[in-house]
């Protein structure tokens, strides 16, 4: 009976934020209870609030260099190297497999065997430099309330490939942690959009329209391409939809 409320009680929810977390960062976080992972999918709803948190830490941070007087393009490559080191690049890496296996393989399970090849091609090369290259430039036109809405946004628009798209392969960590509930869907979008909304009025909202529609492109080409999802869909989904934020918010501004 214990053990059941642990995991399925009202406060099971709030064990679902340190989860996220240690599944989408290299925070130094605390060991946590085998029953904080019982339930990996439902977690997806606070995938936007590690958005949240790794965007305070990086405002913290652009805030701090600024004091010190580096010049913008400085303080947003620092700040890139900073995400790059408090995620372990895994969504970057999620986008160059996605590239050289989607583009580079002529059927579905070789591109699934490409995807999962940890050597990089020339396709994940030049997707990580033009992604890169214009996140860089997009952190040093936003201010903090932009990085924050690009973080929780981004971090959202994984969750709806996770639940309409069935799983490319039966292995790997998108398998592991299993397809969501609707509910968790919705309160992880819910979530992101009130939060950049909140931040950034009608532009956030836009923003919000922009990373669904990213999310949505990414998940027709999977489905096209190895009929499903995997971790390195839903990486390359995250970082895509970032960049197109913030490209979004500056040329918003």
Known sequence: MAQNETDTGPLARLWDVPAALVLLTRLPLPTLPDHAFAHGARAVWAYPLVGL??????????????????????????????????TGAMH?????????????????????????????????????IVVMGLRWLGLAEVDWTGIIAALM??????????????????????????????????????????????????????????????????GLIAKAKIAGQTGDVLGATCALSE?????????MA
């Open 243 to 251: 960049v197109a934020v913030l490209l979004a918010l500056v040329a």
């Open 92 to 128: 970057e890496d999620g986008l160059a497999d996605t590239a050289d296996g989607l583009w580079g393989g002529q059927t579905r399970d070789r591109r699934l065997e490409i995807m999962k090849d940890s050597r990089i091609g020339a396709y994940g090369v030049l997707a990580l």
């Open 153 to 218: 946004l981004s971090r959202a628009a994984m969750t709806p490939l996770m639940l309409a798209l069935p799983h490319a392969r039966s292995t790997g960590l998108s398998h592991s942690v299993g397809a969501p509930e609707t509910g968790a869907v919705l309160g992880a979008v819910l979530i992101a959009v009130v939060g950049a909304g909140v931040l950034l009025g009608i532009a956030g909202l836009f923003a919000a329209l922009i990373a669904g529609a990213v999310a949505v492109s990414v």
């Open 53 to 86: 948190v790794l965007g305070l830490i990086l405002s913290a941070m652009s805030l701090a260099l600024t004091w010190l007087g580096l010049p913008q393009m400085m303080v947003a490559g620092v700040l890139l190297g900073a995400l790059l080191m408090l």
